[in-house]
């Protein structure tokens, strides 16, 4: 599986995948680009520095999101990508991008989703008091948060968690989801019916 990974920031998602790769834990899954949406973001040199080639591709250089995503499917195109991992990339994929990668989209999301889709999920989950949260793997539609569930982990929230620790507890669970949602995706073990994911055997 040729695998693009979208990320807009710090890139702990996208180095695991990288890493885990390199380490022949995909065994079947090769980072073989980083798109970067955000100039000089820390994900631009540490994809690089593990040697896979980034293109930054900005927003502002287009004159809407269509042409944004056109410039950003060439580059996947000479890449041949079979599918994308959307690694805390901070923006909604349009249509072009899913009508190319029809149930090839994956996002990983810092909660239990339907609960606290959007921004600062670990803060919202605090704020609401649940005693328990977690992360889930998705395959990626049009709306914000919403395509079909692949996995979900879980974490207890704990009576001094703040945003940070909540943060950081949950890291290496979305590490570790997104890894085997990948390893499944790249073994054709993922089938979507309706919305629910079905896991076949390997
Ligand atoms: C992660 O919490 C991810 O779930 C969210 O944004 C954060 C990105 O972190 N969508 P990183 O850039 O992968 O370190």
Request: charged share 25%; glycine share 6%.
């Amino acid at each position: 599986l040729r695998l693009a990974i979208f990320a807009s920031g710090r890139g702990s998602n996208a180095l695991s995948i990288i890493r885990a790769s390199k380490e022949g834990r995909l065994p079947r899954v090769e980072p073989v680009i980083v798109v970067c949406d955000k100039a000089g973001a820390p994900v631009v040199a540490r994809s690089q520095e593990e040697g896979v080639p980034v293109v930054e591709v900005l927003p502002r250089d287009f004159s809407s999101k269509e042409e944004y995503e056109r410039a950003i499917l060439e580059a996947l195109r000479e890449k041949s990508v079979d599918a994308v991992a959307l690694a805390g990339y901070m923006r909604l994929v349009g249509p072009v991008l899913i009508g190319a990668f029809p149930d090839r989209i994956l996002n990983i999301h810092p909660s239990l989703l339907p609960s606290f889709p959007g921004l600062a999920a670990q803060k919202q989950a605090i704020d609401y008091g649940v005693k328990i949260t977690g992360v889930t793997v998705h395959f990626v539609d049009l709306l914000m948060d919403h395509g079909p569930v692949i996995l979900q982990k879980c974490l207890p929230v704990l009576p001094e968690d703040t945003e940070e620790s909540l943060s950081r507890r949950l890291l290496p669970i979305e590490h570790e989801a997104y890894m085997e949602s990948l390893d499944a995706l790249s073994r054709g073990r993922l089938r979507i019916e309706g919305r629910r994911v079905l896991w076949l055997p390997d």
